[in-house]
């Protein structure tokens, strides 16, 4: 079943055209295949008693909570929610190829809009997803409303873009990634004002009690995944697009060779490839 409610322009779907659509697209499949195991570590510690029978993945991108969830509760429905069209048809493309079709369905929603009819609810996951709401405090209030008794949400989040390079690199221009994530962070802030923030304290003021909280830190090897290197690729030319006309000349002359896939400065070539990231979980019941 799909259901569609009106959007209004806030969702990430509708920030890029079709390309960054698909591109956006692509790196979320590229983060939930890398860090597929650190998904899995966290859905199995969720402190749930019974096995959740209604869940909703909110702002679900692609579907990587979606499908650690219904592997980890397999009497559990899915509803997967988002504002991107791009996104839910991967959802459903993925649920057919696995062969659980019937455990989940999509909706699409803008969040900041009208609350979608989602029913009852027994698990709510928001992972990468309440940074983006332009207001995550009226968000959650709405979920606390529709939680049944002991029900729980979990909130994940990042503490930033994953970094792929030790910040010696390159070697002649040594620590250019972080710069390049400092420029882009300051176009973001203001479009994304809750990037980054301490959700534990908004949840309480939302009337959720926090039955557990942890930070987990990744590092994967490019050796251990070869899409590491793809990630790398893909994410470090987006975030070239956003910060081209602001990076000194000299980084982006940088960064250009090490996107040159066939240069001899190309990231693929690289044995220090490895991609590290921090995820906070906040597991509140209404
Ligand atoms: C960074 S992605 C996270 C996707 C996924 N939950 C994950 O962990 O990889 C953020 C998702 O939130 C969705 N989103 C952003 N704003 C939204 C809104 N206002 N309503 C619904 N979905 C929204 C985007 O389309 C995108 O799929």
């Avoid at 994953?162 to 300051?186: I, K, Q, S, T």
Wanted: with cysteine.
């Amino acid at each position: 079943m799909t259901q569609t409610t009106p959007t209004h322009g806030h969702g990430h779907g509708h920030e890029y055209g079709q390309d960054g659509r698909v591109a956006m697209a692509d790196i979320l499949d590229l983060d939930a295949e890398v860090l597929a195991e650190h998904t899995a570590s966290i859905v199995s510690w969720l402190p749930v008693g019974d096995g959740p029978r209604r869940i909703v993945d909110l702002g679900c991108g692609t579907g990587v909570g979606t499908f650690a969830l219904l592997a980890r509760f397999p009497e559990a429905h899915v509803t997967a929610v988002d504002s991107s069209d791009e996104h839910l048809r991967r959802v459903q493309d993925k649920a057919r190829e696995a062969g659980v079709a019937g455990r989940v369905d999509t909706v699409r929603a803008d969040l900041d809009a009208a609350w979608p009819d989602l029913g009852r609810l027994d698990l709510v996951w928001a992972s990468a997803s309440l940074h983006h709401m332009a207001d995550p405090d009226r968000l959650l209030r709405r979920v606390r409303d529709t939680l049944t008794p002991g029900g729980l949400l979990v909130v994940v989040e990042p503490d930033g873009f994953p970094r792929f390079l030790p910040d010696h690199a390159p070697e002649e221009r040594p620590g250019l990634e972080g710069r390049c994530h400092d420029v882009a962070d300051r176009g973001a802030a203001e479009r994304l004002p809750h990037r980054g923030a301490d959700f534990g304290p908004m949840l309480v003021a939302a009337g959720f009690e926090i039955a557990g909280e942890r930070i987990v830190t990744a590092t994967v090897e490019h050796t251990r995944s070869r899409s590491v290197g793809r990630y790398a690729l893909t994410g470090l030319g987006r975030i070239r697009d956003a910060v081209a006309d602001t990076l000194a000349a000299e980084d982006l002359a940088a960064l250009d060779r090490l996107l040159d896939p066939d240069g001899p400065h190309g990231l693929l070539r690289r044995d220090d490839l490895a991609l590290r990231t921090t995820r906070t979980v906040w597991a509140a019941r209404a």
